[in-house]
């Protein structure tokens, strides 16, 4: 069980804006900022978004993300099938002295 | 352009050592403030953290595979080296190295990963 919660799944239909949060503690994402990968099936992840709410060069803007005290989210708008993938959280655990992961969410476009 | 690429043996028996090489392309391992990490995935589940080697060949740990792992830093051959003994079937997974920078920890640049299966 990740230390880091994100709901396994969740879907939206083409055009919609979904999020995916990321619920954590005052040891990991309380203190830190996070990020957000991308991983299409068979491929290895991609960093989509990185300190909290930065995009790399080449990641569409439709792609953001927040945080709020123990708790993070990743937005997608303008939902687009090339969107269905798997999505990680990831931060600094203070306690632990590392990196930890979300358990990830599934994106299904309808 | 940066590019990462593990490698290794596919079928390691339980109780031995996995041992992996990352080898990078287009930029110096021991240059900048740069760090290599090692995630894995185990089939159809999530990823998880093994550890990271900076530049300079500081290292750390996950808490829950410390007294297993070890990295290196093989400057010569410009490569990334993972270490993880005493192997039982749990540890069979997609294993991928990445960079980060530092003071981030977010990993910019993966490698495709290489899959490696612990059994008899």
């Known amino acids: 069980q990740s230390v880091l919660t994100q709901p396994p799944s969740t879907s939206g239909t083409p055009g919609q804006r979904v999020t995916i949060s990321c619920s954590g503690s005052s040891s990991n994402i309380g203190g830190n900022t996070v990020d957000w990968y991308q991983q299409l099936p068979g491929t290895a992840p991609k960093l989509l978004i990185y300190t909290t709410n930065q995009r790399p060069s080449g990641v569409p803007d439709r792609f953001s993300g927040s945080k709020s005290g123990t708790s993070a989210s990743l937005a997608i708008s303008g939902l687009q099938s090339e969107d269905e993938a798997d999505y990680y959280c990831?931060?600094?655990?203070?306690?632990?002295?590392?990196?930890?992961f979300g358990g990830g969410t599934k994106l299904t476009v309808l | 352009q940066v590019q990462l690429q593990e490698s290794g043996p596919g079928l390691v028996k339980p109780s031995q050592t996995l041992s992996l090489t990352c080898s990078v392309s287009g930029a110096s391992i021991s240059s900048g403030y740069y760090f290599w990490t090692w995630i894995r995935q185990p089939a159809g589940k999530g990823l998880e953290w093994i550890g990271r080697?900076?530049?300079?060949?500081?290292?750390t740990y996950s808490p829950s595979l410390k007294s297993r792992v070890t990295l290196s830093l093989d400057t010569s051959k410009n490569q990334v080296s993972l270490k993880l003994n005493s192997v039982t079937a749990a540890d069979t997974a997609i294993y991928y190295c990445?960079?980060?920078?530092?003071?981030?920890?977010?990993?910019?640049?993966w490698g495709q990963g290489t899959m490696v299966t612990a059994s008899s």
């Open positions: 990445a960079r980060g920078e530092w003071p981030l920890h977010s990993l910019d640049i």
């Open positions: 080697i900076y530049s300079r060949g500081s290292t």
């Open positions: 990831a931060t600094w655990d203070d306690s632990l002295i590392g990196v930890i």
